[in-house]
Structures are given as structure tokens and as C-alpha cells.
């Protein structure tokens, strides 16, 4: 294959990935949720850390956290930049919110004017209509509407939180310093903003907060649930916030919940259920409340098992530590992984260039060694996650050198195992174990993925658990590949039947979709959809079906069946827990879906306008299709000769082209799929494909004898 012709085109679509760009405390065993209290009280600190608390510097703050539960909380509304009136908005609507400002810089906070024993939010109608372009579905004055009994908000983010879709707040105190122990027991709710570290100042204003809340907690009634919280901040870096609730039933723990399913994690849609819950109001699906927030995902925060605070405290600082280190490393790394391909492929293709056949094994050897390392660095980046680097000094440096060592002994390994006889073998040993690391490691919690540059930012907030969007691509394509080369091992060793390939086959796509889409374990709707074709196109490859409009068509609408099928089940099967996909089934059948369609479709439709070379991924998809389909129309010699030696390797060829595109169709991150899988899939498909047309007969690295799918060649049988 003529590299120049694929690898032009790769920078395009990486631009693309790049600009898209998820280990904590361990899992504990979680609680029910507790009663209902007398009050609540949610105090807030926007902007607040937890490695800015410490016993000498926040004595309350950190009195509070030894007898509470602790957590992180992800303040992520609309934008990267969630900034306090966010926050307030957020906790107000039980959905996503935002005030009216860029990813820059945040805007003015709306105003809050003091009328009788209320106030007015003049500007929140306004907000309301602003909101509409996000379809997130708020549910505008929730909180205030569903609290049994009155509510009292202290400040002007209090305010928010509380106001009317009219703007209107029922009672409201302009300062804390108006808080007396009858304004904390007059209400079953009381919301107070304490204010905003500012980048600064944040050492007085922190001080401050922490006085005035040891005041708060020296006047709270008996029976009283605690939230201590930072809604949004004022930085441009996200950082995780805040999160503490001290209370009946959460004593001494780590605070978690359902729509993370990280123990130690919360979201900042958890808030509203959370407070709903704690006051008795229901928030089941079938409630008004529940019914709202069913098209916004939020979850009670429930508490589990820890151990010292210090210790408990120092794995909350890392796990924000781990996010910084992949907000300022990711881009990097995909560029240093896609120029690592292009000069190692297109070096190797430039000195042996010609077409002498003895240029051509050299070219296809070498290739061969430089793709089975470029396909082990997905891998060596999870498993590199086996290790804390978070908790060492320079911990980039401490992730990215494991990366590159378990990338380079799987690497080594699969060059040099017995399976090297097979001009497969080492692609597919590797595929292998990507899939199956990744598959487990999904059905164990997903600790592998996290905040590892294929895996998961908990900072984005678009995913906690299962295949994340720049691993989809991956997943698919080594299950789908690990899946073929077992088959064809199948093939060789009972030649007289088909079946047991299938059932190869079947056994891994089962084991790949399962883990990626049951609800329970990643419920993952675009891996789904993308994944189960793929594999039945494949198995019906392999028994040698040939396919009519009537199979075409069947196995086109496989993918969205079993996701819905899914769907179904997480919704009304609780044992499987709270899922994405089961929220979408609730949504759906509530009349809440098509907000989040729609704001999906945005989504998958924004990813081609992120940059002027984002257009150029279908061209880039369109293209490498072609070549594979019909390479005589690029004057390819390697391709035919590839397909001509394994007949079975064009199917296999074209559902490792599909996959990824249906997964860009299918996932809401749109052109991120395909784009993040091309420095695993361009290396992948040219070594595969020069390996199997040019396999010779003598190992170069271990002077062993190799059989290739014709049967043994010398060095000097022509391909």
C-alpha cells in the first residue's frame, strides 16, 4: 500500500480530535438513602477545593469533613467555564443551566432586588429564553416549587437557587450576617451563598466563609442535614469543587452516587434530587419532580464506607491532580502519537521504497514490527492507570514514561510469542487484550479509563463510567479485529467446518457489546448501535453467508434494537442501576426525549465545525473507503495482493472501516470517533495488509519459520 495516500490525510481528522479532547478513593459499599429531615441547609462556597482545606486554615471546613462525608463535586453546566450564577441556575432547574456569558469569562451575576420579605430576580424570564438553545430541559423554579413548606434564601446565588420561573423569591435575606437560629428553623429549607473565591483573594474570602459558616452550623436545629457545597467558580481552569454533607446517615464517609458510579464523585445535576430526597419529597419518575428530572439524569447522593480523613482527603486532591495533568498533557499526546506514526510508516516506506519484491518484504517486515507498537500504545496508556502516578511528584512524566513501558512490553511480547508464526498473530494478540482489558475494566467501575488519554475526564463530565468517546473507535476496532484473527485460527485448524469460527466470533462480539452497552456495566448507547452490525456483518463473513437486501437490512437496525432493548431494561429493571441509557427510556416515554435529541444531534453536528480542517473528515473517511473497496482506482498493488492471500481479510477490512463511521453517527461526540482511532487504525490496517501480501518466510528478529495463510513461503517465493 502507497502510505503517502492514507497518511496525507491523517493531521485533518487528528486537528479534529485534538480539539475534543475521566483514581480516586476505592469502591466501598453504599448506603440507602436516609430519611426525611426536619431541614436542610445548603451552603455555598463557589469555588472551593479540596486542597484548600485544612485543619489550621478552614478549622470548620475541616471539623465538618471528619464528622460528614466527603466528596468531589463536578460543577460542569453548559460550558468548560462554569461560573457561580451557573451553579445557582443549575440547583434552581434540576438541569443544566447558565447564565448568559462565554467560555472566556464570566458575565455580570443577575441582579437580586430586595421587595418586602422576598426579592426579585428581574432577569431570570431572560435567562429562562437563553436557556432554550441548549435543550437541556430545566425544569425552571423546582426546588422552591417541590420543598414541602417555605424556603429561605441568604444572598444573591441563594436567590437564584430559589426564585420563581417569574423570577419571584418568597423570602430572601440579603447578607449572611441576617442568619439567627429562628431564620434557620422557620423554613425546612434554607439556601445560603456564602461567595465566590475569587482567583485573587481566595485566602480572606475563604477565611471569611469559613467563620461565618461556623456561626451557621453553631445555630442549626437538631435533626439538621448539612450540604456544604461550591456551585461553579471564577477561574477559566475547571478544577473539581467541594463537596460535604454532614448529617443523619452520613457520618464519617465518602459521599457517591448513582449517575457517577465513582465512589468519592458527584455531579452537580445530583444536587436537586439530593435536597429534594432529603426534605421527603418524592422523586421517583411517576412524582411531578421526578418526572422533571428524569430528562436530566441526576441522582441522590448516598454515602459509603471510608477511611481517615487525611488520607481520604489527599485521594480527593489527586483524582483533581490526575484531571490537570489530562487538561494540559491530551492534545499533546495525540499529536505526539499521530506524528510518531506518519515519521516511523512513512520513514520505513521511504527507505525501502521501490517495487522489487525484495523491497517490498523488507517494507511489509518493518511495518509489521512498527504497527504491532503503534496498536500497543492504547493498551499501555489503561494499564498504566494499575499504578497512582497521580500521587508522585511530576505525575505526567510518571504517567506517560509507564504508558510507553507497558506499551513497549506488549510490544515486545507480541513480536515475540508463539503466535509471531502467524502474519496476524501479534495484531491480534494485542487486540485481544485491548478488548478484553478494556471489557473488564468497564464491568469492574472503569478505574483503567480514568484520566487516561483515551479514557475518561470526569472534568467534561460527559461520561464517568464505560467506553469513552476516543476509546469507542479503539474498542470496536480491536474487538472487531481480535474476533477475525480467532476466527481465522478456527478456520485453519477445522477446515471442514465453519462453525466453530462463528462461535468464535459470537463469543467476543457478545463479550465486547455486553460490556460497553448492558446498562449495568457501560451502558454505552453509540457502542451499541455501532458495534452489533459490525460483528453480525463479520460472523456472517466467516460462515460465508452472502448477504441480500432482506440481511442488509435486518442487520442495519440490529445496533438500535438491542440498544433499545437495553434501554427498556435499565428503565424498568432497577438491578441494573441507574444508566444513560434508562434515563433516555424514562425521557422518552415522559415526553422529555426531544431536548436531548436534538441537543445530541447539535453536538454531532458542531464536531465538524470545531477548526477549518474539520470539514475534511468525511472527505478523509469517504476516501480510505474507497482505497479499500476499489484500491485499483488508486493504483494500490498491496491491497488486492492482500485480499487475493486471505480472501476473508476484505470483510474484515471494511468492518474496521465501519465501525468507527457508524460509531461517528451514532455517539453524540460525532466526528471524535473515527478521528481518535486513526493512529491506532491507519498503522493497523497498512501493517496488516502489507504483512499478509508480503509475509515471508523467515523471521527477521528470531529467525523462525513462519506459516502464512497459503502455507509456508521461502524469502525468495514471490507474494
Known amino acids: 500500500m502507497r502510505p503517502a495516500a492514507v497518511w496525507s490525510a491523517l493531521p485533518a481528522c487528528l486537528v479534529a480530535a485534538l480539539a475534543f479532547a475521566g483514581s480516586g478513593p476505592a469502591s466501598a459499599q453504599t448506603f440507602p438513602a436516609t430519611p426525611a429531615a426536619r431541614h436542610v441547609v445548603v451552603v455555598g462556597i463557589s469555588g472551593l477545593r479540596w486542597s484548600e482545606v485544612s485543619a489550621t486554615a478552614t478549622p470548620t471546613l475541616w471539623r465538618l469533613a471528619g464528622q460528614g462525608s466527603v466528596g468531589s463535586l463536578v460543577d460542569y453546566a453548559v460550558l468548560p467555564l462554569t461560573c457561580p450564577a451557573d451553579g445557582w441556575l443549575t440547583l434552581n432547574a434540576g438541569a443544566r443551566a447558565q447564565s448568559d456569558h462565554t467560555d472566556a469569562a464570566c458575565g455580570a451575576f443577575p441582579a437580586v432586588l430586595p421587595s418586602g420579605a422576598g426579592a426579585q430576580v428581574p432577569a431570570l424570564p431572560a435567562l429562562e429564553s437563553y ?52 431564620v434557620l428553623s422557620r ?67 465518602l459521599l457517591d452516587a448513582a449517575s457517577t458510579r465513582q465512589p468519592g464523585l458527584v455531579v452537580l445535576t445530583d444536587l436537586t434530587p439530593t435536597v429534594l430526597g432529603w426534605l ?44 490537570q495533568v489530562w487538561r494540559s498533557t491530551h492534545s499533546a499526546f495525540f499529536w505526539a502519537y499521530a506524528l510518531a506514526d506518519i515519521v516511523v510508516m512513512a520513514g520505513i516506506g521511504l527507505a525501502f521504497w521501490g517495487a522489487a519484491p525484495e523491497q517490498r518484504r523488507r517494507r511489509a517486515r518493518w511495518w509489521r514490527v512498527a504497527g504491532v507498537f503503534a496498536v500497543s500504545v492504547p493498551a499501555g496508556t489503561f494499564v498504566a ?54 471489557g473488564v475494566d468497564v464491568m469492574t467501575g472503569s478505574r483503567l479509563q480514568l484520566e487516561t488519554p483515551f479514557g475518561l475526564s470526569v472534568l467534561q463530565a460527559g461520561r464517568f463510567y464505560g467506553i469513552g468517546n476516543e476509546a469507542l473507535g479503539i474498542y470496536g476496532i480491536t474487538g472487531l479485529l481480535a474476533a477475525a484473527w480467532l476466527a481465522l485460527l478456527a478456520l485453519r485448524r477445522y477446515p471442514s467446518s465453519r462453525r466453530p469460527a462463528v462461535a468464535v466470533v459470537a463469543a467476543v462480539g457478545l463479550f465486547a457489546v455486553f460490556a460497553s452497552g448492558w446498562p449495568g456495566f457501560g451502558g454505552k448507547v453509540g457502542g451499541t448501535i455501532a458495534m452489533v452490525p459490525c460483528f453480525l456483518l463479520l460472523a456472517g463473513a466467516v460462515a460465508g453467508i452472502k448477504l441480500n437486501w432482506r440481511l442488509v437490512l435486518l442487520v442495519a437496525v440490529s445496533g438500535l434494537a438491542l440498544f433499545v432493548i437495553f434501554a427498556l431494561i435499565s428503565y424498568l429493571t432497577p438491578v441494573t442501576g441507574k444508566s444513560d441509557i434508562g434515563s433516555f427510556a424514562g425521557s422518552s416515554l415522559h415526553g422529555h426525549s426531544g431536548g436531548l435529541l436534538l441537543r445530541k444531534i447539535n453536538s454531532n453536528l458542531g464536531s465538524l465545525s470545531v477548526n477549518a480542517l474539520s470539514p475534511l473528515s468525511p472527505i478523509v473517511v ?31 477490512m471494511g468492518v474496521l472501516w465501519l465501525m468507527p463511521v457508524l460509531g461517528w453517527f451514532a455517539d453524540d461526540s460525532g466526528v471524535i470517533v473515527p478521528a481518535a482511532a486513526l493512529p491506532l487504525a491507519l498503522p493497523l490496517g497498512i501493517a496488516i495488509l502489507a504483512t499478509t501480501s508480503h509475509f515471508d518466510g523467515q523471521s527477521r528478529y528470531r529467525n523462525t519459520a513462519v506459516t502464512g495463510p497459503s502455507g509456508p513461503r521461502t524469502a525468495d517465493q514471490p507474494a
Not at 493504483?635 to 486471505?646: Q, R
Request: a neutral charge.
Open 280 to 323: 421527603g419529597v418524592p422523586v421517583s419518575a411517576g412524582s411531578v419532580a421526578g418526572t422533571a428530572l428524569a430528562a436530566v439524569g441526576g441522582a441522590q447522593i448516598t454515602r459509603a464506607d471510608r477511611g481517615g480523613l487525611a488520607a481520604t482527603v489527599r485521594s480527593l486532591v489527586g483524582r483533581d491532580t490526575a484531571e
Open 187 to 253: 423554613c425546612p429549607l434554607t439556601v445560603v451563598d456564602l461567595g465566590n473565591l475569587e482567583s485573587t483573594e481566595r485566602g480572606p474570602v475563604l477565611a471569611s466563609a469559613d467563620s461565618e459558616l461556623a456561626r451557621i452550623v453553631a445555630d442549626l436545629p437538631p435533626d439538621t442535614t448539612l450540604l456544604v457545597t461550591a456551585p461553579g467558580a471564577t477561574t477559566k481552569g475547571p478544577h473539581l469543587q467541594l463537596a460535604l454533607v454532614s448529617g443523619p446517615g452520613y457520618q464519617a464517609g
Open 385 to 438: 492507570n494499575l499504578v497512582p502516578w497521580w500521587q508522585f511528584a511530576h505525575p505526567a512524566v510518571w504517567l506517560y514514561a509507564l504508558a510507553a513501558a507497558w506499551a513497549a512490553v506488549i510490544g515486545a511480547a507480541a513480536l515475540l510469542g508463539p503466535w509471531r508464526r502467524d502474519p496476524l498473530g501479534p495484531f491480534g494478540v494485542i487486540c485481544l487484550l485491548t478488548v478484553v482489558v478494556l
Open 622 to 652: 469517504v476516501v480510505t473507503g474507497l482505497m479499500l473497496w476499489r484500491p485499483s482506482w488508486f493504483g494500490l498493488k498491496t491491497v488486492p495482493a492482500a485480499y487475493a492471500a486471505e480472501p476473508l481479510l476484505r470483510p474484515v
Open 131 to 182: 436557556n432554550n438553545q441548549f435543550h437541556n430541559t430545566p425544569s425552571w423554579g423546582l426546588l422552591s416549587r417541590e420543598s414541602p413548606g417555605c424556603a429561605t434564601a441568604v444572598g444573591p446565588g441563594a436567590a437564584l437557587a430559589l426564585a420563581s420561573p417569574s423570577g419571584r423569591v418568597a423570602s430572601y435575606l440579603p447578607s449572611p450576617s441576617d442568619i439567627t437560629a429562628g
